[in-house]
């Protein structure tokens, strides 16, 4: 457990959250720089997301002589005042799981979602991120291509805020250990908050449940922020279409991604 004026009744933390090199652990009285999200982990009202010495950020973490000022110092620090290898560190950490303090919550889809998910939609829709016309006013959100048992969706706070849709890519079945991702949006008012990172990593747990060899994607060259949040998640570039869409008076590149489970 770790502690500070930000986070009171003290904050859990797992080893895996510990950013250091080689083995990951914490001592007591050591002095760290952390970030935090609020949660009922085992009885603690925090829980952290990612912590490093704020002495010397991936070194041996520093002791303080005297144990008493342990509680007084254990607190976070500005990141002004970190050196910048325990910044670079929380950044990164802080990146690859989101924003603190936001809780985002994976299921499967269910029917009633079906209204949620025509919403957000319609609100992502763009030619920057799509090949195909907008979906028509009152246009089902389920139907053969995104079924409720193939359609993940992220919720925070009980509110549906993004999906996935998991499918076939071809009905041969020399192909059936591939699937793909269908589609993946996330409702504008909550991106940046970790919805897409944690709905391309549930995509890909699915998969390997499915019992696929391989989960594949298509996506725009111009949608430059799906693509860096892919290859942050181990997909690679197999290919470009050069040229494959004209939109709006351009044309554009399909690239073809993929990652082998």
């Known amino acids: ?51 490093c010495s704020a002495g010397d950020g991936v070194d041996r973490p520093r002791r303080h002589a005297d144990p008493s000022a342990h509680r007084a110092e254990r607190k976070t620090r500005p990141s002004s005042q ?19 303090g936001v809780m985002v919550n994976i299921r499967q889809a269910r029917p009633e979602d079906q209204a ?36 993940l969706v992220a919720e925070i706070g009980h509110m549906v805020v993004g999906y996935a849709v998991l499918g076939l890519s071809s009905p041969l079945a020399s192909h059936a250990h591939v699937l793909e991702i269908r589609g993946l949006a996330v409702d504008p008012a909550h991106q940046r908050c970790g919805a897409g990172r944690r709905l391309v990593e549930a995509s890909v747990e699915q998969a390997r449940g499915r019992g696929a060899r391989k989960l594949a994607l298509r996506v725009l060259g111009t949608n430059i922020r799906a693509r860096r949040l892919y290859e942050s998640c181990g997909f690679l570039v197999e290919g470009v279409l050069c040229a494959e869409f004209f939109l709006a008076g351009r044309y554009i590149d399909d690239v073809l991604m993929a990652r082998i489970l």
């Open 1 to 51: 457990m770790i502690d500070s004026a930000c986070t009171p009744g003290r904050c859990w933390v797992h080893f895996w959250m510990i950013v250091a090199q080689g083995f990951r652990r914490l001592d007591p009285c050591d002095h760290v720089a952390f970030t935090y999200e609020a949660s009922g982990q085992d009885g603690f009202g925090y829980t952290a997301r990612g912590s």
């Open 82 to 100: 970190l050196p910048p290898n325990a910044r670079q560190l929380l950044r990164r950490t802080n990146a690859s799981l989101g924003h603190p």
């Open 116 to 151: 949620a998910l025509r919403t957000i939609d319609t609100a992502t829709w763009t030619v920057d991120v799509s090949p195909a016309p907008p979906p028509p006013p009152g246009a089902a959100f389920f139907g053969e291509r995104a079924r409720p048992g193939d359609t």
